[in-house]
């Protein structure tokens, strides 16, 4: 059937498919290619080292909590060291690219997770709103591209939930209990995001609460949600209380043990949130005052039905997850990346079913994607990672990404430490980037000192007090020490800087056992000064065993 034998609405129908898979195709291209801008500029960030440090020590054979210790939950590191072959080689771009990997497929997953929940004739309208919404958002994709928790929480939660809906498809209530088993896997897979970020196991509470109260729908969903998610906890917490519970127990209240709550600290989460994701924010707002509009007009909905109870589910976790991190010590804008996903979905979801014609979704969809994609154009992110700062009326650009610079300095590091494989540091992504070593109790870099500790707590949970931390750095195995103004500045676990005393008392001692090489400005994270000192003394090389001796043939 040729364009003149269609009606009228067939064409406006395939003008309306055409349209949103060429949005949906453009929304990729600039989802990866942002991906590909975050992997080679974005700013380097501490926590990017120890994560693949741990990671790294866990593929050597170490034990989480027990060998040395870790602040956050075990799924990452194990998760990383399966794949370490890919990765490591490379360093902190090996990092970054496998982090982006998991990343695109989180946000493909949201995508799903919208069509899955949307009207049918809406679905795709659904799914690239929500991808847009995370894909071509600038900020999220940094976030999702770092070597951190973010990436691999959120694609868990969003692979758990896009399992749920299998309990009832269609949102009806099935024929049989069978269907309810799929509850089980979304169960164990959102229970896995909490062992890479606890804070994430309050939607595992959250959603079986949910599943409860809509008992008629989804019948034994809750049952089985709740079997697979204590399944999920067992095997993700089961070992290190097991192996070391004390340990592990220290390392989980670290992040409590922080000051702070302050209400200033607080509303600047919110309003870095709302400028980094103004697109969505918007549609948290524009959602509400449509649907207000329509009931007020009398329009009613159409006879599609879509199932109202996944987003529900969605949006009542994330938000719950929200504001327990909202409310957290130092509410940190950035832990929220792992639930905007669902944000995203359930927004995009409500979005579109509220219009009819597939003319006025592709107008929603479309406003949508252009703003993101706007919006990551006008990030004040990528500003930040070409330009050191403003000097009076004029822009100092920095000399080479962080990522090469933190490269060269690795590489001369190495080259200065010859035949030594330990540095001595703080700056974990430094020891990544080398491919070498630290002392032990440095594993957690910048946090790894606890000057109050005693020294028998010290050593059991394989940190540093004042005592340690000045014998390390006086007989430190160690030809070359590196550090910014990250190293020997923060007192764990409140997170307070150093006392100038304790410090000049470090320095004084590191000065005395090795001789300044050169300083770089403008390093790392914040753009901190780099230190590099080299042993007065060499380090002795390892002995090595002495050749077996051969036996004299007769004459």
């Known amino acids: 059937m040729n364009d003149e034998t269609k009606s009228p609405d067939q064409n406006g129908e395939s003008r309306s498919r055409w349209w949103v898979w060429l949005l949906a195709a453009i929304s990729l291209c600039a989802s990866i290619s942002l991906y590909g801008f975050a992997v080679r500029y974005g700013a380097v960030n501490q926590d990017e080292g120890w994560y693949l440090y741990a990671s790294r020590m866990v593929a050597e054979g170490k034990q989480l909590y027990r060998d040395f210790f870790f602040t956050q939950g075990p799924l990452l590191p194990h998760f990383y060291a399966a794949f370490q072959s890919l990765w490591s080689p490379h360093g902190l771009l090996g990092g970054r690219i496998f982090t982006a990997a998991l990343g695109i497929a989180g946000c493909l ?42 990436a691999l929480g959120a694609l868990t939660l969003t692979a758990g939930f896009l399992l749920l809906p299998r309990c009832c498809p269609g949102g009806k209530r099935p024929k049989s209990q069978l269907p309810a088993m799929w509850a089980a896997p979304a169960g164990f897979l959102i229970a896995l995001s909490a062992g890479a970020r606890l804070s994430l196991g309050l939607l595992l509470p959250v959603t079986t609460i949910m599943l409860l109260i809509h008992l008629r729908s989804a019948r034994a969903s809750f049952f089985w949600f709740a079997v697979g998610g204590a399944l999920g906890l067992a095997a993700v917490f089961g070992p290190p209380l097991l192996n070391a519970p004390e340990q592990f127990m220290f390392a989980q209240t670290f992040h409590s043990s ?15 949130l709302v400028r980094f994701y103004l697109p969505l924010a918007a549609a948290v707002f524009a959602v509400p005052c449509l649907r207000l509009f ?15 109870l996944w987003p529900q589910i969605w949006f ?10 909202l409310f957290s010590p130092h509410p940190y804008d950035d832990y929220q990346v792992p639930v905007i996903g669902l ?5 995009a979801v409500w979005l579109v079913n509220i219009f009819e014609s597939s003319g006025a979704r592709n107008r929603a969809m479309t406003i949508c994607a252009i703003s993101a994609l706007l919006c990551a154009f006008g990030c004040p992110l990528a500003q930040d990672w070409f330009i050191t700062k403003i000097d009076r009326f004029w822009a100092v650009k920095k000399s080479m990404p962080d990522l090469e610079q933190l490269h060269n300095a690795a590489m001369e590091i190495k080259e200065l430490s010859g035949d030594c494989d330990t540095l001595l540091t703080q700056d974990l992504y430094i020891a990544v980037e080398a491919g070498m070593k630290v002392p032990h109790g440095l594993e957690m870099g910048p946090f790894s000192c606890f000057p109050g500790l005693s020294n028998a707590d010290a050593k059991k949970f394989h940190v540093l007090n004042r005592a340690g931390l000045l014998e390390l750095l006086a007989s430190a195995p160690t030809q070359v020490a590196a550090y910014s103004g990250y190293g020997w500045a923060i007192s764990s676990p ?4 150093m006392s100038d005393s304790d410090r000049q008392r470090f320095l004084s001692v590191l000065s005395r056992n090795y001789d300044f090489i050169r300083e770089t400005p403008d390093f790392g994270q914040h753009q901190t000064t780099l230190v590099l000192m080299s042993r007065r003394h060499p380090v002795a090389a390892p002995a090595q065993p002495a050749p077996a001796s051969t036996p004299e043939k007769n004459q």
């Open 316 to 325: 009542f976790g994330a938000a719950a997850v929200f504001l327990l991190q």
């Open 294 to 308: 329509r009931a007020y007009g009398g329009d009613t909905d159409d006879a599609e039905s879509s199932p109202t």
């Open 258 to 272: 922080r000051g702070g709550h302050d209400p200033f600290l607080i509303a600047g989460s919110l309003s870095r």
């Open 109 to 150: 997953l949201t995508a799903l997770l919208a069509a899955a929940a949307a009207k049918k004739s809406g679905r795709w309208q659904a799914a690239v709103t929500a991808f847009a919404l995370t894909g071509c958002n600038l900020y999220h994709v940094y976030f999702t591209t770092l070597p951190k928790t973010y």
């Open 494 to 497: 409140v997170m307070e800087r």
């Open 343 to 347: 944000f995203a979905a359930t927004f």
